[in-house]
């Protein structure tokens, strides 16, 4: 599964600016990148008298376009539970190495904070989670690694170091209800193992790239 890691500050603190450079460089060591962000407000992407928008007022629960080899969503999703960036991994960015979020302070993901001056423990203090750094003009936790806003480099260097350099892509996923159980390998191989051992001798059945099999739960136990 993708490594996720949430880049968080406050307004015009750099955010984006820093993940402007970091994706290039990203992009340059070979690895495929994905990027969510947060808005702290609720937005739309379609506009009236659209034909998506037209679908949406109709009682469409959810309204996919496409063209020109690009797709968009306009939809809602769970939020509730703390897995809503496990959901939109999995549901849009499942194949990349790296996904990048603007936002998400209170999120489960490792997270790099972006400083404001004067602002710097009131933002590391509303952080939930694991901090892996921090980015501005001063260093503020010394037991943190900390980089100048002019350095997107050196974080990728850290990222790589930590979690992108050694990291192996499962041969299989378990998803229970939007979360990921993760395995060791050689629970993945006896899954894996079975799984194949079952479906090869389907009829239909081809040396396929990517499978994928979803169990509905929903009506068990109902007469």
């Given at each position: ?119 710097e423990e009131q933002l590391l203090q509303a952080i939930e989670g694991r901090l892996l750094a921090t ?44 979360k990921n159980i993760p395995m060791k390998d050689f629970v993945q191989d006896m899954i894996r193992s ?30």
């Amino acid at each position: 599964m993708p490594l996720i890691i949430s880049i968080v500050g406050y307004s015009n603190s750099g955010k984006t600016y820093l993940l402007e450079k970091m994706i290039p460089i990203l992009k340059a060591k070979g690895y495929s990148v994905g990027v969510i962000k947060h808005a702290g407000h609720e937005f739309s992407l379609d506009l009236a008298g659209k034909d998506s928008h037209r679908f949406k007022q109709a009682g469409a629960d959810g309204v996919a376009l496409f063209g020109s080899g690009q797709i968009g969503f306009l939809g809602k999703m769970d939020e509730t539970g703390g897995l809503i960036l496990d959901r939109i991994e999995q549901s849009f960015f499942f194949d990349r190495d790296i996904i990048l979020t603007e936002g998400f302070k209170k999120g489960d993901k490792p997270k790099i904070a972006v400083l404001t001056n004067g602002q710097e423990e009131q933002l590391l203090q509303a952080i939930e989670g694991r901090l892996l750094a921090t980015v501005g003009d001063n260093l503020v936790r010394p037991d943190i690694p900390h980089f100048k806003p002019d350095d997107p480099q050196g974080l990728v260097d850290l990222l790589e170091d930590r979690f992108l350099k050694d990291r192996n892509r499962p041969s299989i996923r378990v998803i229970m209800d939007g979360k990921n159980i993760p395995m060791k390998d050689f629970v993945q191989d006896m899954i894996r193992s079975a799984i194949m051992g079952l479906i090869s001798p389907l009829k239909g059945f081809i040396d396929a790239r990517m499978i994928e099999i979803k169990i509905n739960r929903q009506n068990e136990g109902q007469s």
